[in-house]
């Protein structure tokens, strides 16, 4: 007889964190109930099929006996393969990766009143329930979270006037120009048609081909290559609409509009090792941090801000067009004026229903926003809402409940695939007196008109010539660069360049590059096998503090990630003491042992192990702690994992606090953090530098004290600390 397997005991629903459900109840609410009503809650319920029909057994098909033949009659088998064999929809041909949060956006007043009449922005009792997607763009759905990638910012916004997708990236500039040339970008950057590689990765020949060849890319392309395409968390980098858009107020004025989102957390990044290191360590590694931040509450929040331009001064901007979406407008020209806030506070419940099903459209803008010339925001127009069709199966995918507006949705249109609403009545076209005359036409207030502007011209397929310069705002970027932002620029290219096989394609772009700035070109050249380049321009010297991450204000530390490497006869006072004064400041503190359970602390007491240092990395975390206790020292200097973990932090200019005999470690790892006479073997005199270059260090015997954690506290939130001297670090 075989025994009778347990019977599972059905899984407790997940309870949602108390501050999560005050905010959810007050914002977003309208959204969060109609999505309510599609969800299929399994608990307490008995297994069906598609058809309603109760199932005995679901692990075994029906057979003519216990060793004979499936047979075809067993419906539950042909539904249960059927459905699994269409589990897949075509991924996203761009974008394919992606991570989505639920959330509210909420205006701060009513300032923009004199630009617009979109209610959502100048209505401050109104919070208006989003859903965003952060994305990827060269990689498949199943590629990691941190390749050097522009990152995708989409939000849509179900207003009441209708929903409005402000469909943007991280980075404020575009490589093209023109949308006929998206195909072109997008084959290039893709893996290579003949081999499909490389995997969510830009290094190759043809992606640097065409950027050569294409030289409007060049200002893109340095954002590129800077630390922007790294971004540290979702939380942690800035938005932009990219384009220029129309703000139209009630009477029909329309004022130029640029928007941008800045994250509270501050604008953060990894550095390039790091992210290469995290793809194999944890490739979810943005997915999860957006995930366990709102989770634990600790909601990821940006702040909207817009440029506005008066429709006179479309053409006041030196060597700037407002159409062409490679430029960028310097905020100390027009300064971003902060209009409202957007918080995340709701993880989907169904990664396939929400954040797979989602369709963004540039196109859908409600009363009160509008298009302009853009040449790359007129083809994104048709594109979005032709991909869908493919994507999601058919024309009816606004019925998604994901995509379904909170505003009220009647027209004549109908049939298709995934027909889901039942239309009633005989007037389904209009004109018609059989419906009533229903749905009617609005009037003029509260209909979207589109913005009367004048349009003549010739037919021709021609640039404007104010497009022409493709190397001032590269410039203007590098110039705005810090000395360890430019480093970083540098080694990106060299990085990129030294995979391009074709000695051709790296000289050219060494050309294009003299052509930003001259000292960047030779740097790279000598990186990348090529002879250093001829002065082509002048540096014109402009700079924009704005577009420096290192000119950001650094953020709070909510939602940090800071380990503590202990072992047995670890100090605990310390430990303690660091643990509760970062974590009361929002960080998520884990202590790592050797191995996974407890450790015994000096004092005799255990402390609970969180994770196994082997289980992690240190590139998975925001700094690090060495705990103090000459047992606890010893067994971690003796072990190269740890000493590796240490060294790795410091090398990724992350801050490091030392406590007392943690020193040791410290010491092992080879650091240059002490006195050049007092290396590894000798006799330590003098330990530390101190809190310098975001090592903080408390000598054994003595305290941890409010003081120490403030001054560790600011490392972490500096995020970085890129002085300090990293080459000879072996990590
Ligand atoms: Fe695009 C997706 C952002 C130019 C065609 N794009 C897509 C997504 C983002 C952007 C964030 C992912 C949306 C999501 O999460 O579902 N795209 C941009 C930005 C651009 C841009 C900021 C320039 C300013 N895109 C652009 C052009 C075209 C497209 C010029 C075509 C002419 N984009 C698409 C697409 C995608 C898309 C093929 C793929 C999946 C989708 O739309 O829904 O239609």
Redesign the pocket.
């Known amino acids: 007889m075989t025994a009778k397997p347990k019977k599972a005991t059905p899984a407790k629903k997940n309870s949602k964190p108390a501050a999560k459900k005050a905010v959810a109840a007050s914002g977003g609410d309208l959204k969060e109930t109609q999505l309510r009503a599609h969800r299929i809650d399994k608990q307490d319920t008995v297994l069906t099929t598609d058809q309603g029909i109760v199932v005995d057994d679901t692990d075994n098909a029906l057979r003519a006996g216990p060793r004979g033949p499936n047979l075809l009659e067993d419906f539950h088998l042909r539904e249960k393969i059927m459905r699994f064999d269409h589990e897949r929809i075509p991924e996203?041909?761009?974008?394919a990766r992606?991570s989505?949060a639920h959330g509210f956006f909420q205006p701060y007043g009513n300032e923009l009143a004199a630009y617009t009449k979109a209610d959502f922005l100048i209505d401050p009792s109104v919070q208006t329930p989003v859903f965003v997607?952060?994305?990827t763009?060269q990689g498949s759905r199943g590629s990691t979270d941190t390749p050097r990638d522009v990152r995708?910012?989409?939000v849509k916004f179900y207003t009441q006037q209708g929903n409005f997708d402000l469909?943007?990236?991280n980075m404020p500039v575009?490589f093209?120009q023109d949308?006929?040339k998206?195909?072109d970008i997008i084959h290039a950057v893709k893996p290579e048609p003949h081999h499909e590689m490389p995997q969510a990765a830009s290094a190759h020949d043809s992606f640097w081909d065409f950027v050569t060849q294409q030289p409007e890319t060049m200002h893109h392309v340095i954002w590129l290559m800077s630390d922007r395409a790294i971004p540290r968390s979702f939380r942690t980098m800035q938005g932009?609409?990219?384009?220029t858009f129309r703000l139209v107020d009630g009477g029909g004025k329309s004022t130029f509009v640029k928007f941008h989102w800045k994250p509270v957390a501050g604008t953060h990044s990894l550095v390039w090792d790091e992210a290469q290191k995290i793809s194999g360590k944890d490739p979810d590694f943005n997915r999860r941090d957006l995930w366990e931040s709102i989770e634990s509450g600790a909601y990821p929040e940006y702040e909207l801000g817009v440029q506005l331009i008066a429709e006179e001064d479309e053409f006041a901007f030196d060597g700037i067009d407002l159409l062409d979406?490679t430029k960028l407008i310097p905020e100390e020209l027009v300064p971003v004026t902060p209009v409202g806030r957007m918080v995340l506070n709701r993880n989907p419940d169904n990664f396939f229903a929400e954040t797979e099903q989602?369709?963004?459209?540039?196109g859908n803008v409600v009363p009160g926003i509008d298009f302009t010339n853009d040449p790359?925001?007129q083809?994104?127009l048709?594109?979005?809402l032709?991909?869908?069709l493919t994507?999601l199966g058919g024309p009816n995918f606004a019925q998604i409940p994901i995509n379904q507006p909170v505003a009220p949705v009647r027209h004549h249109q109908q049939d298709g695939f995934h027909q889901h609403a039942i239309p009633l009545g005989e007037g389904n076209y209009h004109p018609n007196t059989t419906g009533g005359g229903c749905p009617f036409i609005a009037g003029a207030d509260n209909a979207f008109k589109h913005f009367p502007q004048e349009v003549d011209g010739v037919k021709l397929r021609k640039r404007a010539e104010t497009f022409a310069d493709h190397y001032s705002q590269a410039t203007l970027f590098w110039n705005s660069m810090s000395a360890w932002e430019k480093e970083h620029i540098v080694a990106a290219y060299r990085f990129e360049l030294g995979k391009v096989t074709r000695m051709p394609i790296r000289e050219l772009m060494v050309e294009h590059l003299a052509r930003i700035d001259h000292s960047l070109a030779v740097s790279v050249a000598a990186g990348v096998g090529v002879a250093a380049p001829a002065k082509a321009v002048k540096n014109h010297g402009r700079f924009s503090a704005a577009l420096s991450q290192d000119q950001q204000p650094p953020g709070p530390i909510t939602g940090r990630k800071v380990a503590v490497l202990v072992a047995d006869g670890v100090e605990a006072t310390g430990v303690k003491a660091i643990q509760e004064g970062l974590a009361a400041q929002g960080a998520v503190v884990e202590l790592l042992g050797l191995v996974d359970g407890i450790v015994k602390a000096a004092s005799g007491k255990t402390l609970p192990v969180d994770r196994a240092m082997n289980t992690v990395s240190s590139v998975l975390y925001d700094a690090v702690v060495v705990a103090g206790g000459t047992e606890s020292a010893d067994a971690l200097a003796d072990d190269g994992y740890a000493v590796h973990f240490i060294a790795e932090t410091y090398k990724h200019a992350k801050p490091l606090a030392i406590l007392g005999e943690g020193e040791q470690v410290v010491r092992q790892a080879r650091l240059p953090i002490f006195e050049a006479s007092d290396r590894p073997g000798k006799k330590a005199s003098k330990p530390m530098a101190g809190a310098l270059d975001g090592v903080v260090a408390v000598k054994a015997g003595q305290k941890v004290t409010k003081a120490v954690v403030e001054q560790f506290a600011e490392a972490i939130a500096a995020h970085r600390h890129f002085d300090r001297p990293v080459n000879g670090i072996a990590a």
Do not use: C, E
């Not at 996203?92 to 974008?95: E, I, L, P």
């Not at 932009?240 to 384009?243: A, D, I, K």
């Open positions: 996203r041909v761009v974008h992606g989505g997607r952060f994305s763009v995708g910012f989409a469909v943007g990236n575009f093209i949308g006929i998206f195909p932009f609409g990219v384009h979406a989602i369709a963004f459209s540039v790359l925001m083809a994104r048709f594109s979005y032709d991909t869908q994507r």
